[in-house]
């Protein structure tokens, strides 16, 4: 969606337009299915708390904002109910994130193999790495290279600072390259 056609649908929503509902929710729902499960690895809890969220939009949707951005809105509002819903449940624990990439595009099979069969091996490895993380380090990860959100944005997310969003990203990526690389070092 681009940012005219946001205004457009939040406005309409705000005004009791549930097709409108039903289109932010199609348009956003798999990107705040993955966050969600970056943050807590239990999909009915995540998925618990996206039904919560939208009923939540509904129910309370006179006294909400305009917003040129409801994707930001919706993933702030995502992980809040999260951290509320995981703080309300002791027995659930905070996993750590998993991270799963796509598979890679074929396009000579013969050559393809061993450059699958090698990336597979670096995605187990960096999903290993990336589980020790600490886990805002790997939200941080999440929401700058899986969910594409600026700086600023991702500080809103996560009720940061700015500088405070580059330092953590920058301290996830350095643990990150210095364990990759004494883990591809080793005899």
């Known amino acids: 969606m681009n940012t ?15 097709s ?8 956003h729902v798999e990107s705040l299915v993955s966050y969600g499960l970056k943050i807590c690895d239990d999909a009915a809890i995540v998925n618990d708390c996206i039904h919560d969220l939208f009923l939540d939009l509904w129910k309370y949707r006179s006294n909400l904002a305009d917003t ?3 994707r930001f809105y919706l993933f702030r509002a995502l992980r809040n109910k999260l951290l509320k819903a995981l703080s309300q449940r002791s027995f659930v624990s905070i996993s750590e994130m998993q991270l799963a990439s796509g598979d890679l595009p074929v396009t000579h099979i013969e050559l393809d193999i ?5 990336e597979a091996h670096n995605r187990d490895t960096l999903k290993k790495l990336m589980d020790k993380l600490p886990r805002r380090q790997q939200e941080v990860i999440s929401l700058r290279f899986y969910s594409n959100f600026s700086y600023e944005t991702i500080a809103g997310i996560m009720d940061m600072n700015y500088q405070s969003v580059l330092n953590l990203l920058h301290r996830a990526l350095k ?7 004494s883990h591809h070092t080793r005899p």
């Open 68 to 70: 040129d951005d409801p």
């Open 20 to 27: 409108a509902l039903e289109s932010i929710y199609r348009c």
């Open 114 to 118: 061993l450059a699958r069969e090698e």
């Open 175 to 181: 643990t990150l390259r210095s364990k990759y690389t």
């Open 4 to 18: 005219d056609r946001h205004d457009t649908t939040w406005r309409r929503f705000r005004d009791g337009d549930i």
